[in-house]
């Protein structure tokens, strides 16, 4: 059964870095695009970046330049890093499959992890 568990946010200031994690269980991982969203208080979740099973990227122009999505097929594990970051990029992060993943026809999330930046 598919599960996703994000890590690595926190609090930081504006002009800093972070690294995001995900750690992904399930065979799906290696053969599929993947993605990170977030969503902000107040805001419906946005798309931020994917990575394909062949590692070419894609980002929103909101971070482009800014973050890097990269994958380690051997870990299953997606990671997101983010470089001068702004208070715009406050939000609750999560990875996922595009469409999401579904268990038992619902869409299934992680619990996502948490970045707040500080002005």
């Known amino acids: 059964q598919a599960h996703l568990v994000e890590s690595g946010g926190g609090l930081v200031q504006t002009g800093g870095s972070l690294r995001l994690s995900c750690a992904v269980s399930g065979d799906f991982f290696k053969s599929n695009s993947m993605n990170w969203y977030r969503q902000a208080p107040g805001k419906q979740r946005e798309w931020v970046a994917t990575?394909?099973?062949?590692?070419?990227?894609s980002y929103a122009s909101s971070v482009k330049g800014r973050f890097f999505i990269t994958r380690d097929n051997p870990k299953n594990t997606l990671y997101l890093h983010m470089f001068s970051l702004q208070p715009e990029d406050s939000a609750v992060y999560y990875c996922?499959?595009?469409?999401?993943?579904?268990?038992?026809?619902?869409?299934?999330w992680g619990k996502g992890t948490l970045v707040t930046v500080s002005s």
């Open positions: 996922n499959t595009n469409p999401p993943l579904t268990i038992n026809g619902l869409p299934y």
């Open positions: 990575v394909s099973e062949i590692e070419t990227t």
